[in-house]
């Protein structure tokens, strides 16, 4: 069985995961950081961004996945999908800003978590049911 509708999420969370991982390498490279944060502000706050992206991203497309298993029907994935993607973009945009922007983190991460909430329910109700 394929899963086309967790792909694309999940490749869109992969490249959003490279590009913070990316901004982590660059930013170590020009100020010769090696390990750890040797106290950098800047660095510790890319460093976050990154982590918090690969601390959510595997539970969230797991749930996708298991939805999409499940035959969950395709705009509901999609929504899920959608709030993965927009979820992981408002919060490493809001963390990342300097001065950080709040709000998009904020709203961000609320959105992470509806997402897994709504995908743990569906598929709690779909087993039970």
């Not at 394929?2 to 901004?23: E, G």
């Not at 991203?57 to 298993?69: H, N, Q, T």
Request: a positive charge; charged letters at 10%.
């Amino acid at each position: 069985m394929t899963l086309p509708i967790t792909s694309i999420y999940a490749a869109l969370t992969a490249l959003l995961f490279l590009t913070l991982s990316i901004r982590v390498i660059m930013y170590r490279r020009a100020n010769t950081i090696s390990l750890g944060d040797s106290g950098d502000k800047n660095l510790l706050k890319r460093m976050r961004a990154q982590a918090n992206c690969a601390e959510y991203d595997p539970l969230a497309l797991i749930l996708l996945m298991l939805s999409e298993f499940a035959a969950a029907p395709s705009l509901a994935l999609h929504v899920l999908g959608i709030m993965l993607v927009a979820g992981r973009a408002l919060h490493a945009f809001g963390f990342a800003s300097t001065p950080q922007k709040i709000i998009f983190r904020q709203v961000g991460i609320l959105m992470n978590m509806a997402m897994i909430v709504f995908a743990a329910l569906g598929l709690l109700g779909h087993a039970l049911l």
